[in-house]
């Protein structure tokens, strides 16, 4: 009984857990003002992403160094938390052609929690440290835990054990940094107050962590060279759609007609990167993939030898031909 008031204690000081003063009618407002209400919430979520950046850049820069340096990305998280760090990391495979074990989100109560709440799962502190060993988290890593309420216990032994081993920790609560207490090495905390429907932290609290998981592998990717201008170069053509992305890609980086964008993707055996340093200088495959690995990876930097060699030609029709 000391233990559930002790609990109950700690919930009711949660920012997260407060009552939210412009929504004391949701439940008899009419549909439309309903909506209106909680897209007026959601929009101080960005806001407070925002003041964050610098925490966010800051995780960011840890982040490219552990990935240049052999180490991962993990996400621990129980819930809604879990299922976006799940969801963030199935997604570099295919956007930015990672390795699928580079970036990894472990869920409390594993894969069956995707689909189906486990709720108990997240006090689970001991499975938790096994989830981390399983893993094989040492010290190239970057462990990052996600929990709305900053307290989920899966979470914080998830981190705890990490730190133990050396990894690098990132914490990411949309509770006020005022009240953080953890040691990590950045926390990231968007203070978006109370949710519109009291504890339902897969509402505001869910957005503003999608957000900052959308920047983490974002930014880290970019800096990692898998970007040229505003565009994926490193995408898997695993299906026609990203076939056909890829040599729009191809088209609009360097001016080439389509059917020699298609001709180019062949030759490069499908690799965006080879393929459009391959037209913009006017080389093969095998130089391309030569200078690509001189300028660490970017484009844009093959790029710049290939001009600086005066190897870019003027007419983009006769590029790599």
């Known amino acids: 009984m000391a233990q559930s008031k002790e609990l109950h204690d700690a919930l009711a000081r949660l920012l997260t857990e407060q ?10 407002l009419p549909t439309e003002s ?6 007026a919430q959601d929009k101080l979520v960005p806001i407070a992403v925002e003041r964050e950046i610098p925490y966010i850049a800051e995780a960011v820069e840890i982040i490219v160094h552990a990935l240049k340096n052999g180490g991962r990305l993990l996400y621990f998280g129980a819930g809604t938390s879990g299922r976006l760090g799940v969801v963030d990391a ?30 108990g799962a997240e006090d689970d502190t001991e499975q938790a440290r096994l989830d981390v060993d399983g893993q094989g988290v040492n010290a190239r890593d970057v462990v990052c ?7 989920t216990p899966f979470v914080v032994s998830a981190v705890n054990r990490a730190r133990e081993l050396g990894a690098k920790t990132i914490y990411i609560t949309t509770n006020p940094r ?16 109370p949710e519109v429907l009291m504890g339902s932290t897969r509402m505001k609290s869910g957005t503003a962590q999608k957000l900052v998981l959308n920047m983490l ?24 759609k990203l076939v056909e992305r890829a040599k729009r890609i191809i088209v609009l980086a360097t001016g080439v007609s389509y059917e020699r964008a298609s001709e180019i993707l062949q030759q490069s055996d499908g690799h965006v990167k ?8 006017g080389i093969a495959p095998e130089e391309a993939r030569r200078r690509i690995m001189q300028a660490g990876g970017t ?22 031909e």
């Open 19 to 28: 009552r939210n003063p412009d929504s004391m009618d949701l439940d008899w």
């Open 34 to 39: 309903a909506l209106r209400l909680i897209n």
């Open 90 to 119: 199935s997604e570099c495979p295919p956007t930015f052609g990672t390795d699928a074990g580079m970036v990894r989100g472990i869920i409390a109560g594993g894969q069956t929690a995707m689909y189906k709440s486990q709720e």
């Open 145 to 151: 835990g996600i929990a709305a309420s900053r307290r």
């Open 178 to 193: 005022s009240e953080f207490d953890l040691e990590v090495d950045v926390a990231i905390c968007p203070e978006v107050g």
């Open 217 to 240: 592998t974002t930014a880290a990717m970019v800096k990692l060279g898998k970007v040229y201008e505003n565009m994926m170069v490193d995408l898997q053509l695993t299906n026609r």
């Open 274 to 281: 080879t393929g459009i340093v391959m037209a913009a200088a």
């Open 299 to 320: 484009v844009r930097g093959a790029i710049a030898l290939s001009a600086r060699a005066g190897e870019r030609p003027d007419n983009p029709s006769e590029k790599a």
